[in-house]
């Protein structure tokens, strides 16, 4: 069982800056490819990241890239995701996963957190 507890949302305003953060409990948190995902108001859940088990790879959704960093730390169970140049668009819930295959596919993750939200004004 892994349980995962994001943190580090809130508001900030467009051209800023947050780093998430996704910390597990499981002692099988470093066996996990993990990703972030958001989900906006009256839109379904859409990619926003992936990194593999070892961090060696990692993938990010088309319209973040350049803007988005994910990076996990092994030794702190944790997963992060910096996010720059943040644009109201990207006001949303963000959640991270946990699961056995890397994946941009929601339905390629077992585990998921609770979710945290990032608002971002004009």
């Known amino acids: 069982q892994v349980q995962l507890v994001e943190s580090g949302g809130g508001l900030v305003q467009a051209g800023g800056s947050l780093r998430l953060s996704c910390a597990s409990s499981g002692r099988t948190f470093s066996t996990y490819a993990m990703g972030w995902f958001r989900q906006a108001p009256g839109k379904e859940r859409e990619f926003v990241a992936a990194?593999?088990?070892?961090?060696?790879?990692?993938d990010y959704a088309d319209s973040l890239k350049g803007r988005v960093t994910i990076s996990r730390d092994k030794f702190k169970n944790t997963v992060y995701l910096q996010m720059n140049s943040l644009k109201p668009e990207d006001t949303a819930v963000y959640y991270c996963?946990?699961?056995?295959?890397?994946?941009?596919?929601?339905?390629?993750?077992?585990?998921w957190g609770q979710g945290t939200q990032v608002t971002v004004s004009s």
């Open positions: 996963a946990a699961g056995l295959a890397y994946s941009t596919w929601p339905g390629g993750y077992r585990y």
């Open positions: 990194i593999s088990w070892s961090g060696g790879s990692t």
